[in-house]
């Protein structure tokens, strides 16, 4: 079975950077398209991020673009979140999974996330 560890967050001033780290297991990793999550409290979870499995198409959410980067690893079966220009809207648990068609649906169970909070 798919498994993920989300790692990297943290507590951080706004305007700030974090990057968070991904590691799957039970997967044929380099074929799967892969997102990053985010789930605030009270809110549904959303897809901010996903990237092909050579990396050759990203798509991000409008909330993030240009300050956050997805990017992976496929030797290392590992997918990045790189955010910068932190805000507190920003704060959230924040997941990877697969994406459906690059979609708010996934594939596989969830991990237990990473918390990133951002301090105004």
């Known amino acids: 079975q798919v498994q993920f560890v989300e790692s990297g967050g943290g507590l951080v001033q706004t305007g700030g950077s974090l990057r968070l780290s991904c590691v799957v297991s039970g997967s044929t990793f380099r074929l799967n398209v892969m997102g990053w999550y985010r789930q605030a409290p009270g809110n549904q979870r959303e897809l901010v991020a996903a990237?092909?499995?050579?990396?050759?198409?990203?798509n991000y959410a409008d909330s993030v673009k240009g300050r956050f980067t997805i990017s992976r690893d496929n030797a290392k079966n590992t997918v990045y979140l790189q955010m910068n220009s932190l805000k507190p809207e920003d704060t959230a648990v924040y997941y990877c999974n697969r994406p459906v068609n690059w979609g708010r649906n996934v594939f596989n169970a969830w991990g237990q996330g990473t918390l990133v909070t951002v301090s105004s």
């Open positions: 990237i092909s499995g050579g990396g050759e198409m990203i």
